[in-house]
């Protein structure tokens, strides 16, 4: 009987210190007014192969509201819990809440993956937000193979289903909904462009799904790419890249992140030359030109003057058949280069229709080398909307990335 009763406290003292209580986390809003913020916070001390879940109160009073959370883990297998910080928090207030794990409800599954086998389909209470092509969308008929290309975001909707994405436009086939390659390369002494396929020097291909998410609060996936350059000798990956995307469960639009990571694949380094255009890069619907779309950025600058200055955020509205909508890319301020130079197609482009383009190109005017061992990120925020936005709005969705509220894990 003694063997038994130290066996079985060894066990209770084994399990994580969680398990045997509250915590309690405290969030700040600091400097700026919040509203329906997406916050996180790691959680220590969980043991991460238990089943149960977890469950959040919001203190109010001697009252406690229950709020829907998610838990995700990271590559180091520390969990991260995400919540929406409803409602407006005044700059300079605070608000508490209470963490517990023990088996909670499997949730409403209000954000979901569905994968088509050639394709993952983000969605909020059924309704698609974007699709991340990882199999390979060929060119049309007659058109050259080179052009071929997986590993993209197409089409990304607005709330009310508007297509806010193009592909393989006749007068750009190389453009891809939203996607990612780099223009000028130099590797081992040769310059290589992965951005203009049809100049077959190289190009950036899907290559497997690590992990999805999914549940109350959020709707992702991590995703591998490989950048390729052609040589006489035959295909070499040079880079290897990371896309974790993330859609948010909040109001009045479609909210996801994009996050790159770089990581050269060999003992030699990567030297993004600088060049006008290269990275992060938005082909838009092809219902907008000149005569029904236009562009503003964080800076006060209008279409005609944007091309080359830098901005924390750009918006771009226009008319679709289903009403106007637009996208706001917000840029965060630890990203190389920031704030981003931009580059966007004038209302003189496409020989005068106006097609709307946008590319924060961190490598517009400075070279960028990314040495073998070492990891480099880009991170970027985008907001789908119907109707129109204001400066306003915009400043508060990127104060609330850029700077989000501080979250505290209180004994």
């Given amino acids: ?39 996180s916070v790691s959680v220590p001390g969980w043991d991460v192969d238990r089943k149960s879940g977890v469950v959040m109160f919001e203190k109010v009073g001697k009252k406690k509201k229950p709020v829907k959370c998610q838990v995700i883990w990271k590559d180091d297998k520390t969990p ?58 060929f060119p049309p008929a007659g058109v050259d193979l080179s052009y071929q290309r997986s590993g993209f975001i197409h089409p990304a909707y607005s709330p009310s289903g508007n297509v806010l994405t193009a592909i393989q436009p006749k007068d750009h086939y190389h453009h891809y909904g939203i996607w990612n390659p780099w223009t000028r390369i130099e590797y ?33 996936y991590k995703a591998g790419l ?48 600088a060049y ?58 630890d990203n190389y280069n920031s704030p981003e130079p931009l580059r966007i197609w004038n209302e003189g482009a496409n020989g005068g229709r106006g097609d709307a383009f946008v590319n924060f190109a961190p490598t517009k005017n400075k070279d960028w080398k990314l040495m073998p061992g070492k990891h480099y990120t880009l991170r970027y925020r985008v907001f789908s909307y119907d109707g129109e936005m204001t400066r306003e709005r915009a400043d508060r969705l990127w104060n609330d990335f850029a700077y989000p509220p501080k979250v505290t894990i209180k004994e």
């Avoid at 009987?1 to 210190?17: E, T, V």
């Avoid at 995400?82 to 949730?107: C, H, M, N």
């Fill in 276 to 333: 006008r255009y290269a990275g992060f890069g938005w082909r838009a619907t092809e219902e907008w030109t000149k005569e029904n779309c236009e562009m503003f950025t964080s800076e006060g600058k209008t279409r005609q003057e944007i091309d080359g200055t830098t901005a924390r955020w750009i918006y771009t509205t226009g008319q679709c058949r289903g009403g106007r909508s637009g996208m706001l890319f917000l840029g965060h301020p």
């Fill in 1 to 39: 009987m003694k063997r038994i009763l130290i066996c079985l406290l060894c066990g209770f003292l084994a399990l994580p210190l969680f398990a045997a209580r509250s915590l309690k986390v405290v969030v700040e809003a600091g400097d700026f007014e919040r509203q329906d913020c997406v916050v």
């Fill in 226 to 273: 490989d950048h390729y350059i052609f040589t006489s000798s035959g295909e070499k990956v040079i880079m290897n890249e990371s896309w974790t995307v993330k859609a948010w469960n909040v109001g009045g639009g479609f909210l996801w992140d994009f996050e790159s990571g770089l990581d050269p694949a060999t003992e030699l380094p990567v030297l993004i030359k």
């Fill in 80 to 137: 991260v819990l995400y919540w929406v910080l409803d409602g407006i928090t005044p700059s300079g207030e605070s608000r508490e809440f209470v963490i517990q794990q023990k088996k909670s409800s499997a949730g409403t599954g209000t954000m979901k993956v569905e994968d088509t086998g050639k394709a993952l389909v983000l969605k909020q209470n059924g309704s698609e937000i974007l699709q991340y092509n990882y199999a390979t969308v």
């Fill in 188 to 220: 081992d002494g040769k310059m290589y462009d992965l951005w203009n396929l049809r100049d077959k020097q190289g190009t950036v291909r899907a290559r497997d799904i690590k992990q999805t998410y999914q549940g109350d609060i959020c709707a992702g």
